[in-house]
């Protein structure tokens, strides 16, 4: 029987709620109170989540109301990072505590089962789902449906049809397989448009559900050391994880679940040292006590009062890890590797303890905190596809207001599916019934994402008109057009003579070339401009792209790009060996971190300009026999070139018409720095030429991704291929230049 307080003036939902819980077999008794209506709601939703925690025999477990507060801390510190990251560095670290609060509960429910002194050895794994199911269904449909008809008038058919890719992935919790298939990495500007991307978590948790009860049931039965097998489990996953931070490959650590399973496993661990391992404790906590008993406070204390301390000092220890993690983490950096050790030991010295710590009993009990933690999960399943969505509106960072009014929406929204949605599905009768039909809603969810995938986005989505001109640049892909190298990587069908087997390159016709274009990506949007031209002007150029992150010698690039300065090094020996090249290409690359090159054989020098220059000198004295055309790099749009389309509604703010002034580029001050740097260089070499490529799309107050009615980039910083098309017409000219003076000096 549950005692709720209540007044005149909130009759109705008392009337409401114990209508609700009688359903559900709630005994409810209604005293009145001086206290506050909010204080009485915060109360009645409090123990109407009670209701549903169970123990394998029946009982009604404690409920670990700090539990709940945790999880508000989890939801706040994601929610506000994904609304404000600039406020909020590190507060992407909720998800990971979010994956020990999971491990803990959850392997809780299982021990249950395991060592229920009624039935002990037996985990029943289909009840076990049909609690996942009821739990994790309701609130998941209906925001995939949601997001897809918030979709179908915001999306453009490309958009759309990633979409319907992310709504498969998420119906069958395989979302963060596809987004590392796809190589985004979780913290890049891209990532912003994809209204699913957060679905990722809940991924990596269904797929340890999977395989954990399964684990469990298997050293029970073999009658293993659970604390030893459950040490090892982590122990592999986590050097998982250490190995694809340490090989450049930290979107794998970052999705792949067997990186992210020690986690989890972590609150198994403490789960079992709690609960199920009493000798455990009682044998290390007397030990340790007496210690600091006898030895420190010289038994000056009651040991009652030391144990007070001890579990005190241990939880503010946690809650100080996870804010130092909130607040000092950055996006970028090596995550999650050993960094996310902070909030995992922070969850866990935090649960450990117990509800009775101060920390956690006047902090994480508040009834605030409760109702939040209670919320958690609808909430973190409704504000990112709003904030997405209001991103893509804006084809840029909303402003503050529209983010304000999106994270209130799901707050809204979150309340709604707690009461409304997640209740009459997740309590009550007919388990077997309700888990039934939502996995069918959910499959039939999955089959509608499908659909919209093989239709392209439902490309006519938009007015015809509209539909046609924005499928013809969304087949302008970087697959399908300018990203050659990308194209032919997996199999390389066409390998340049002398070129490294390990390295793909390519030419625009068989024979000999007289141009080599060297760069990253940014060569590669070139080239498909380029060798049509060079095929008409009885041209041949070889396309050594993504070679690097960088076009100049001995730049080494920590991160992802470590090694790519050996494939520089390799492209500039090739392009010193073929006499027939006369004519030299370097496609540079600025990025928005100024410090993001080192020299290679001068890692003691910091200063960027001083690191160009070097790099600079360098490159033109190995290419002292050839003719260099640099490309200073293009500015980068403020926003996403998909703005420039017009859409059902829109937040659009400065880039109506598809132009900027080139003060607003994200990369305006580092690119100045550099180019500078360039030309100071540049001056003192007689066969080097300079090619402001951003002079093709500016002039000397605006820049503009729109020529008439074609749309010249693919996203914020490449030329798909009318763009290529139309840049390449007037690099050429100076390539044809520059082959003139060749023959005037002969």
């Known amino acids: 029987m549950f005692k709720i307080y209540g007044s005149k003036d909130w009759g109705r939902i008392i009337l409401k709620f114990t209508a609700q819980c009688q359903n559900y077999g709630t005994i409810i008794k209604v005293c009145n109170s001086s206290k506050s209506i909010s204080f009485h709601l915060m109360e009645i939703i409090i123990m109407y989540s009670i209701n549903d925690i169970k123990l394998g025999g029946g009982k009604t477990n404690s409920y670990r109301a700090d539990i709940d507060g945790l999880r508000a801390i989890a939801c706040i510190s994601v929610v506000l990072f994904h609304a404000f990251p600039e406020l909020l560095n590190g507060g992407f670290i909720g998800v990971d505590i979010f994956f020990v609060i999971s491990g803990y509960l959850i392997s809780s429910i299982l021990y249950r089962n395991l060592f229920n ?73 891209a990532s912003n448009a994809k209204p699913l991307l957060h679905l990722w978590s809940l991924g990596v948790e269904e797929q340890f559900y999977l395989i954990f009860p399964v684990f469990l049931y298997v050293i029970y039965r073999l009658n293993l050391n659970f604390v030893l097998s459950l040490t090892v489990f982590t122990v592999i996953s986590f050097c998982l994880n250490l190995n694809g931070i340490y090989n450049n490959h930290q979107s794998a650590s970052f999705y792949l679940p067997w990186c992210r399973f020690w986690e989890l496993s972590s609150g198994a661990i403490l789960a079992y040292l709690v609960d199920y391992n009493k000798d455990f404790w009682n044998s290390i906590l007397p030990k340790i006590k007496n210690f600091i008993y006898a030895e420190i406070f010289r038994k000056s204390i009651k040991i009652r009062t030391l144990s007070t301390l001890f579990e005190n000092l241990i939880s503010f220890t946690g809650f100080f890890l996870i804010i130092l993690g909130i607040t000092s983490i950055k ?81 809204f929204l979150s309340v709604l599916t707690y009461f409304y949605i997640e209740p009459p599905l997740r309590y009550g009768k007919y388990p077997k019934v309700k888990a039934t039909v939502l996995f069918f809603t959910l499959f039939v969810t999955g089959g509608i994402g499908l659909t919209v995938f093989f239709t392209d986005g439902l490309k006519y989505n938009l007015n015809s008109k509209e539909s046609e001109l924005i499928y013809k640049t969304v087949k302008y892909k970087m697959r399908d057009s300018w990203n050659i190298y990308d194209q032919y990587v997996d199999n390389c069908k066409e390998t340049l003579s002398g070129w490294p087997n390990n390295t793909c390159g390519f030419q625009s016709k068989a024979g000999m070339n007289d141009i080599a274009l060297i760069g990253s990506s940014h060569a590669g949007h070139l080239f498909y401009g380029l060798q049509d031209l060079a095929k008409r002007k009885n041209h041949s150029i070889a396309l050594l792209s993504e070679v690097s992150q960088s076009c100049f010698y001995d730049l080494y690039t920590p991160g992802s790009f470590s090694s790519y300065y050996i494939r520089t090094s390799e492209a500039y020996s090739y392009v010193q060996k073929q006499d027939n090249i006369k004519v030299v290409l370097l496609a540079d690359v600025v990025t928005e971190s100024v410090d993001f090159y080192k020299l290679v054989n001068h890692p003691e020098i910091k200063d960027p300009a001083s690191i160009y220059e070097i790099a600079v000198k360098k490159s033109l004295d190995l290419l002292k026999d050839k003719k260099v055309i640099i490309i200073l790099d293009l500015y980068r749009l403020p926003f996403e070139v998909s703005s420039c389309y017009e859409r059902r509604i829109s937040f659009k703010m400065q880039n109506n018409n598809c132009k900027f002034s080139p003060k607003t580029s994200p990369i305006f001050k580092n690119r100045e720095l550099i180019n500078n740097a360039i030309k100071n260089v540049a001056k003192n070499y007689s066969n080097v030429k300079l090619f402001d490529l951003s002079e093709v799309f500016c002039n000397y107050k605006e820049c503009t991704a729109k020529i008439g009615d074609n749309i010249l980039f693919f996203d914020n910083h490449h030329l798909n291929i009318e763009g290529s098309k139309y840049a390449s017409t007037f690099i050429f000219n100076m390539i044809e230049k520059t082959f003139d003076e060749i023959k005037s000096s002969r």
């Open 117 to 189: 002194p009624d039935s002990p050895g037996r985990v029943n794994i289909i009840d076990f789902y049909i609690r996942r199911v009821r739990r994790i269904f309701p609130a998941l449909i209906a925001v995939i449906l949601t997001t897809l008809i918030l979709g179908w008038f915001v999306l453009l058919p490309d958009e759309y049809k990633l979409l319907g890719k992310h709504v498969v992935g998420g119906s069958v919790y395989i979302n963060n397989i596809m987004l590392y298939r796809e190589s985004g990495e979780y913290f890049n500007v």
């Open 331 to 411: 996006n970028g950096q090596n995550f999650p590797g050993s960094l996310a050790l902070i909030p995992v030991s922070g969850a866990i010295l935090i649960i450990g303890p117990g509800k009775k710590a101060f920390i956690n009993r006047k902090v994480l009990s508040h009834p605030v905190m409760i109702f939040l933690g209670l919320i958690s999960y609808p909430l973190y399943l409704w504000h990112w596809p709003l904030l997405s969505m209001a991103y893509i509106c804006a084809g840029q960072q909303p402003e503050a207001w529209i983010k304000i009014c999106a994270v209130l929406t799901a707050v």
